[in-house]
Every structure is written in C-alpha cells, then in structure tokens.
C-alpha cells in the first residue's frame, strides 16, 4: 500500500464549478497535511495546510481532514482554467520527519 | 510565503562527471531539507531528508554514494550527484521547512541532462 493515495485523474470539470481532490493516506500518526499545486515543468507551490480535523478555508479554496478515516480532501470553488495543474497531497510520516507526496491528480478546467 | 532557491534551473553535463545543486533558504532557517528527483508525467519521488548538522537520511534504493547530501548550515543543503549517467537525467526538487509540522517551500528545481 502506498503511504499517499491519490487518483491520478484527469479530473476535468467546466469553468465555475467545484472541484473535488481527494486523498488517503496510510500513516494513522500524521499530523500535518498539505496540498501542492505543481504546473507541467515547475516545483510545486504550497496551497493550503490543515492540522486538524474539519474544515480550513482559504479563498476558493477548502480543505478537508478526517484523521479517524485517514482521508483528506481539497474542494476548488469557482474553478477557472488557470487551476488547470497537478494537485499534490502530502504528509508528514516517518516519525514526524518525512514530507511524503501523492501521486498527484491533473485538473483540467475548460471553459 | 517562504522563499527556497534552488540552482543552478538546468545544466548539462557528460557522462561520468559530477554534478552540484546548491539549495538556500532566503528568509527562514530550515532544520530540514528535503531533496526530490521526479520523472516525466510521474510524481515526486522523496530521496533524503537532510537535517542541519546530520546525516542524510536516504530513502529505500537510492544510492548514498551516488548521490551526496550535505547539509552544514542552516539556510544550505547541496546535491551532489556523482559519476552521473544518462539515467540520472531528471527534474531534481528541493524542499525545505523550519519544523516538523510546519510547511514545507520548494526550490525552483534543476533540470539535469545527463550526455
């Protein structure tokens, strides 16, 4: 079982509608959570992080953490086609030392 | 949010040389610093995590001798990788953070061609 789950998509979704990433991941003692968001050819750019369980949100942006389910979520409202990119989940594992990355899911908008 | 710089952004090297990539934080003092290798249209693959005054720790597979970590002070980590073959031509990534449960920023990257 991988540490990180990810679907790899493509997830395409029209311009203006929510976009719904989801993740699950193996280690029950993660305590810290982040999606990245990574365009064709470059690094990644944090977008959110999220601690505890709930939601957090962030402009367009929500994240969600279910830690009894192991499962984390990003919800993109308003979706435009500049979201357009691979969205990274990652957690903390390894006894607090590790940063590991989903296989990422690709997001397409179209107008 | 926090800047990581990462260089040099590309380099070209022969076969059976070696290679530096140097990683800085600009703003922030990063305990740890992560270095990733990622393959076309495939997903981060972490490599070591390298913590300020320690050892690397290398992920399963990844060559220790081959790819040499050194993290002396707080603000750099560097990358060296070794005797370098086409193989190991890739898109390498730094990331770094102050703490464990802190966010992670990465560097631009360093696209390596292997000849």
């Known amino acids: 079982q991988k540490e990180v789950e990810q679907n790899s998509g493509p997830l395409s979704v029209p311009e203006g509608a929510i976009a719904s990433l989801n993740c699950t991941y193996s280690d029950r003692g993660s305590q810290s959570f982040f999606w990245y968001r990574q365009y064709s050819g470059k690094s990644p750019e944090l977008i959110m992080s999220?601690?505890?369980?709930g939601d957090k949100e962030d402009g367009r942006f929500t994240a969600q953490l279910n830690k009894a389910s192991q499962y984390v979520s990003l919800l993109i409202r308003d979706s435009q086609p500049s979201d357009s990119a691979t969205y990274l989940c990652?957690?903390?594992?390894?006894?607090?030392?590790?940063?590991?990355f989903g296989a990422g899911t690709r997001l397409a908008v179209h107008p | 949010g926090a800047v990581v710089s990462q260089h040099p952004s590309r380099v070209i090297c022969k076969s059976g040389t070696s290679v530096k990539i140097e990683c800085r934080s600009l703003d922030f003092q990063a305990t740890t610093m992560f270095w990733y290798r990622q393959f076309p249209k495939q997903s981060l693959m972490l490599m070591a995590t390298s913590n300020e005054g320690s050892k690397a720790t290398y992920e399963q597979g990844v060559e220790k001798d081959k790819f040499l970590i050194n993290h002396a002070s707080l603000t750099l980590s560097t990358l060296t990788v070794t005797s370098a073959h086409p193989e190991d031509s890739s898109f390498y990534i730094c990331?770094?953070?102050?703490?464990?449960?802190?966010?992670?920023?990465f560097g631009q990257g360093t696209r390596l061609t292997v000849v």
């Open positions: 990331s770094a953070r102050v703490d464990w449960n802190t966010e992670a920023f």
């Open positions: 990652a957690v903390v594992s390894g006894g607090y030392n590790k940063l590991i």
């Open positions: 999220i601690y505890s369980n």
